[in-house]
């Protein structure tokens, strides 16, 4: 029997299931019987299984599926990952599985929105005119990546003897890999997304450096929307005229020290923090570093030298931020946009950073296989322009955020208070 790679797909989630062939012939039997449960043909002459794509979640696909895979999990235990995507799917939900193809951003984005339009009952036709319009020239020019902070992903090779890491080109028996290195920061509610190629080392002088900067001005996000990280508690902000604290569901106390008791329209809320705007843009990049494709690294050279505190950019591209309560996320959810054409008008890499109600957008500085640096908002235009952001509000609605000094300043938030009659 040929090997096999499966891919699973659904609206939450996606897995890569590899089926290797094996000798002994019963195996191989038992593979093909597992493998019948999606098929609609099965040529015996050739030992071909055609599988049909597009499946529906049913009582009938769970039961054979899980009572196959509790049989037989101990010769081939690669199968739980199966057992895991099928658990987390809603009875009666379509997903898909493919058969050893390669698929195309666009093509991956297509089929979630055939996906949402089956399982909530909307105008497929419909549906995918609006993505189109609103993606389509994005996922003409990029390919994406998504990751969510949800969701279990080990990015990286998984065989420490063979592992050098992504940040200071080290391996064993130089630099040990025995932590977690979170791909992204747990402290901001990241749960499953891990990078194997990120040693000890620079995972703890990350951790202590640039990621603290990013995590304090996150800080009143966190404590306003009581989002934990590594911790079971829930987070606060002392500041030093202020503490903020969820307390219940929809309710925020925010305490503010030294105020008469009249209701104040804006305060200056002072923290004990000191933040570099520059180690803000390190720690959003050191995050796409952790997620991207080994193919793509070699171009990132100067960048990680600028990560590492190697050196210092005097000016950076800027960064976008919007308000998104319609896109709120208990988890951090990180995109990458890689550019897939030789268009060097448009940025080599893009990343998406979206926090609680937040959404960052940040071009990835200093590639090689950019011909300008994006420092200039007019740099910019071309992909604002195709990009899915440009669709969804006005560029006005989006502040600009100019990251270039590289001191220390007191972090320091301006609150504005409404009150409602």
Known sequence: MPSFELKLFSLKQSKVLKIESVQDQ????????????????????????????????????????????????????????????????????????FQNIKLETIQIAELGIYLQALNNGLDIA?????????????????DMLAFNGANRVCIGDSDKSKILCRFCGKGAPF??????????????????????EECDTCNARFGDGIETDLIALLSLYRAFFGIKGKGSGTPQLKGKNFSVKKVGSGEVNFSILGEDGSFPERVDAHTYEK?????????????????LPNEHLSAFEECLRWIN????????????IRVVNDLYSEYPILSVFIRKNLDNELPHVVGEFRFA???????????SKDVCSFDEESDLDKFWGISHYSKHAPHSEWIKMNLDSDEKRELCFSVKFEQRV
């Open 26 to 97: 019963d195996i191989d039997e038992k593979v093909v019987e597992l493998l019948i449960n999606f098929a609609y043909q099965l040529d015996e002459i050739d030992h071909r299984i055609s599988i049909k794509s597009l499946q529906q979640n049913t009582l009938e696909l769970r039961e054979n599926i899980c009572s196959f895979i509790d049989r037989y999990k101990h010769v081939a235990p690669q199968l739980n990952k199966l057992k895991s995507f099928i658990g987390s799917l809603e009875d009666g939900e379509y997903f898909y599985i």
């Open 275 to 291: 933040v570099s705007q520059q180690n803000v843009y390190r720690a959003l990049c050191k995050y796409i570093i952790s997620v």
């Open 309 to 320: 505190h190697d050196t210092s950019f005097r000016k950076l591209p800027p960064t976008y």
């Open 357 to 367: 109600n937040i959404v960052i957008v940040f071009v990835m500085p200093s590639s």
């Open 126 to 142: 419909v549906t995918q005119e609006e993505f189109l319009l609103t993606f389509g020239d994005l996922l003409s020019n990029y």
């Open 175 to 196: 630099v040990r890999f025995k932590n977690k290195a979170h791909a992204i920061s747990e402290a901001l509610g990241n749960k499953g997304i891990v990078c194997n």
